[in-house]
């Protein structure tokens, strides 16, 4: 059997990273669709912050196009897949997604991870970033910065798109342990 690729998708703060995390226990290579935009705010010198993000990112679209996250990852996505299972963790865009679908096609499932907003901007108002986060995947923002971005997500990039297509959702509204259940049914289905 081939290699299979999980992408996950989800607002800011509603636990893409938490599954991700699982995937990546279960033996899946990893990677972070984001990460591109992260590494260029700080090879610039410039502050992390959403708006620096944001700018850099519709900067990258500007020059690659809406598929910009899939097209710059893909080598990354491909090298994983030769040496086994991966999980990208942040899928973006609908053009991100058609571009995906198109190379890999049923080696790759799409999880949603969906929470309400008031509770996705109150965990990440509450984040706290500890010092072996270098790659930056658990920073606060305010519950201001985090509406902003989601207007943006849904107006400027096509979020919508991967998540009313995802093969698998997951709801993110209760305790931890009743998460991490979900996340499990999840994974056996993703091996059945």
């Given at each position: 059997?081939?290699?299979?690729?999980?992408?996950?998708?989800?607002?800011?703060?509603?636990?893409?990273?938490?599954?991700?995390d699982r995937?990546?226990?279960?033996?899946?290579?990893?990677?972070?669709?984001?990460?591109?935009?992260?590494?260029?705010?700080?090879?610039?010198?410039?502050?992390?912050?959403e708006d620096?993000?944001?700018?850099?990112?519709?900067?990258?679209?500007?020059?690659?196009?809406?598929g910009a996250?899939?097209?710059?990852?893909?080598?990354?996505?491909?090298?994983?897949?030769?040496?086994?299972?991966?999980?990208?963790?942040?899928?973006?865009?609908?053009?991100?997604?058609?571009?995906?679908?198109?190379?890999?096609?049923?080696?790759?499932?799409?999880?949603?991870?969906?929470?309400?907003?008031?509770?996705?901007?109150?965990?990440?108002?509450?984040?706290?970033?500890?010092?072996?986060?270098?790659?930056?995947?658990?920073?606060?923002?305010?519950?201001?910065?985090?509406?902003?971005?989601?207007?943006?997500?849904?107006?400027?990039?096509?979020?919508?798109?991967?998540?009313?297509?995802?093969?698998?959702?997951?709801?993110?509204?209760?305790?931890?342990?009743?998460?991490?259940?979900?996340?499990?049914?999840?994974?056996?289905?993703?091996?059945?």
């Amino acid at each position: 059997m081939e290699n299979r690729f999980v992408a996950i998708v989800g607002m800011c703060g509603a636990g893409k990273s938490i599954v991700a995390d699982r995937l990546v226990l279960d033996g899946y290579g990893f990677f972070r669709f984001g990460q591109i935009v992260l590494d260029i705010v700080k090879e610039r010198g410039l502050e992390l912050t959403e708006d620096n993000e944001r700018s850099v990112r519709e900067e990258v679209r500007a020059e690659h196009g809406m598929g910009a996250m899939a097209i710059l990852n893909l080598p990354k996505i491909r090298s994983l897949l030769a040496k086994g299972d991966v999980v990208g963790d942040g899928l973006y865009s609908w053009t991100e997604y058609k571009i995906l679908k198109s190379e890999f096609g049923d080696r790759m499932s799409v999880v949603a991870v969906h929470a309400r907003p008031a509770l996705r901007h109150e965990r990440i108002s509450k984040r706290v970033m500890g010092s072996d986060d270098k790659d930056l995947r658990n920073r606060p923002f305010s519950v201001e910065a985090a509406r902003k971005r989601d207007f943006a997500e849904i107006e400027n990039i096509e979020k919508g798109g991967p998540i009313a297509m995802a093969d698998f959702m997951i709801e993110n509204h209760g305790t931890k342990e009743e998460f991490r259940a979900k996340i499990d049914d999840v994974i056996r289905g993703l091996k059945g």
